[in-house]
């Protein structure tokens, strides 16, 4: 009988060779392991040198009469960072909007949440955060939720957590380069449709776009259509899934950049701010 795995043993180391003799694979075991270095050295830079004034106290989340729970929705919450945060925001008070593709996931997720912490509030969606129509049914059934739940109309915290890294090419509902689709284009139109009701908070909002070092590696990039779509990386003889993830990285933090100098020229005061955070 263990004959007959044999071919398939033989297939898979074959792929898993291919694989490692790729550009992208030695693109990402040197160039990201210096940016990761790169990245820690700033870090500890910053903690050795950084006046004790320019970093932010922990404090609780802030309330009013009519926003008694805020409300934090995080996408991607069905494992590592997401999970985590989720948790973690949970015991802080906020009320926590899961959000991923998963069902099967998200409900696992909230069992172990409530697990660690009975008192934990929890509500899940199921959303493809690569697909435009499943955004925009999210924005209904949220709005729906909120009315149903006779809760403030109003967002406190939205943490853009969801992201992948595919080494074979895949394409969204809509056309576009999965990955690409799900680490910037989604984030960038989820932010865009919920900015009302981060704006329609009573107390200051924030937007937290969860990027990455790898970033750093990108030395050049002509940025049009073809390339924010990834539609030009599906005419690559081989699918360059590296460059890919750090496109869509710091194509995510550009936007943070710039929704943060948009929302300050808007809004002096920043009700709504944003910020990033390389994983």
């Not at 729970?69 to 989720?86: D, E, K, N, Q, Y």
């Not at 957590?161 to 895949?170: C, F, M």
């Not at 990108?218 to 924010?228: F, G």
Request: proline fraction near 5%; aromatic fraction near 12%; include cysteine.
């Amino acid at each position: 009988m263990s004959w007959y795995w044999i071919p398939m043993k033989m297939k898979n180391l074959g792929e898993c060779f291919l694989f490692v003799c790729r550009a992208d694979f030695w693109r990402m075991a040197v160039c990201w392991s210096i940016c990761l270095v790169l990245s820690y050295l700033k870090l500890l830079f910053q903690i050795l040198f950084v006046p004790e004034s320019k970093r932010y106290p922990r404090c609780p989340p802030a309330t009013t009469a009519a926003c008694v729970r805020p409300v934090c929705i995080i996408t991607g919450a069905t494992s590592g960072l997401g999970a985590a945060a989720a948790y973690a925001l949970s015991k802080e008070g906020f009320y926590i909007v899961l959000v991923g593709r998963s069902s099967k996931l998200l409900l696992k997720t909230m069992r172990e949440i409530k697990d660690k912490n009975e008192h934990a509030h929890l509500k899940a969606f199921q959303v493809d955060v690569s697909s435009f129509q499943s955004i925009l049914k999210f924005k209904v059934d949220l709005e729906r939720w909120f009315l149903d739940s006779n809760m403030h109309s109003s967002v406190q915290l939205l943490i853009n957590n969801a992201g992948i890294l595919a080494t074979s090419p895949r394409l969204t509902a809509e056309g576009y380069d999965e990955m690409m689709g799900t680490n910037y284009i989604g984030p960038f139109c989820l932010t865009k449709l919920l900015l009302p009701l981060l704006e329609n908070s009573p107390v200051p909002s924030r937007i937290v776009n969860i990027t990455s070092f790898t970033h750093r590696s990108v030395l050049n990039m002509q940025v049009n259509e073809d390339i924010v779509s990834g539609k030009s990386f599906l005419r690559s003889k081989h699918y360059p899934f590296g460059r890919i993830y750090e496109y869509s990285k710091l194509c995510l933090l550009l936007f943070s950049y710039e929704l943060h100098r948009k929302l300050g020229l808007l809004d002096e005061s920043r009700h709504v701010s944003t910020m990033y955070v390389p994983a």
